[in-house]
């Protein structure tokens, strides 16, 4: 079992919760998980470049002049890509980078990135982070920041961020979560808690059920809420759709 700690918003420590790492696989695959953010960074490439060959530039494609007798150089036509202003030679086309990999496979790697961060001792859960939804409350970024100040990284999980004797309160906040990269795990869309964040640097917001690789793995460290852990397992302990046969019993 991993154990992972518990935050309050004033960073106070009060208490763990329990990961079973069979409900997220039991062991990861660094070559599924390579091949899993290869392909979401393939499908967030903009194929948008493009250049003038041959066929795009104004010109004749007539030969200059006869091979033989001037006394020049032998000379082709005009919009070669050896003369000023000919087209570029293999021009680069737009193109779409997107592909996919079965589905069995990308569900799996997920849930071997949420493992990687509770092994690594880069998930916390902070208890109350998303404060119930009132009627006419108004995003409030100051309110995040607060509480990122007042939890420790997980690596120093025994240092709290408030300045020692002789410390200056950068080098408190150095250690807090305020100062690294985050993904904040919902357990549901929450538009006020999405707008209080995300103007803070490096830090993302998306409900667990909107999880992928990429960005479970791009972030330094996972937050999750009570409510998000628990849906998050709930999620793992699904098991994976298996894929369809068609047997000729069933064809027939």
Excluded: C, W
Excluded at 144 to 171: F, M, N, W, Y
């Amino acid at each position: 079992m991993i154990s992972v700690p518990v935050y309050d918003r004033t960073g106070q420590r009060i208490g763990e919760e329990s990961i079973d790492p069979a409900d997220f696989g039991g062991a990861i695959n660094k070559q599924l998980l390579h091949d899993v953010v290869v392909m979401h960074q393939a499908n967030r490439r903009v194929g948008t470049v493009n250049t003038r060959g041959r066929a795009d530039v104004a010109g004749s494609g007539k030969k200059l002049f006869r091979q033989k007798g001037t006394g020049n150089a032998r000379v082709g036509a005009k919009r070669t890509n050896k003369r000023k202003g000919g087209g570029v030679a293999f021009a680069r086309r737009n193109r779409d980078y997107r592909y996919r990999l079965p589905k069995r496979a990308v569900r799996q790697a997920i849930r071997m990135a949420v493992l990687s961060k509770f092994l690594d001792q880069q998930a916390i859960v902070i208890d109350g982070l998303v404060p119930p939804p009132a009627a006419g409350a108004r995003p409030k970024t100051k309110d995040v920041v607060a509480v990122l100040r007042s939890i420790p990284q997980p690596d120093h999980a025994q240092e709290p961020p408030t300045p020692a004797e002789g410390e200056s309160k950068a080098a408190a906040l150095r250690r807090s979560l305020a100062s690294r990269s985050l993904l904040i795990g919902l357990a549901e869309p929450n538009p006020t808690f999405y707008l209080s964040a995300r103007n803070l640097e490096g830090v993302m917001v998306a409900p667990v059920a909107e999880f992928n690789t990429l960005d479970v793995l791009k972030q330094r460290y996972l937050v999750l809420t009570r409510e998000s852990l628990a849906a998050l397992k709930e999620r793992a302990r699904q098991p994976l759709k298996p894929r369809r046969r068609t047997t000729d019993a069933a064809t027939a």
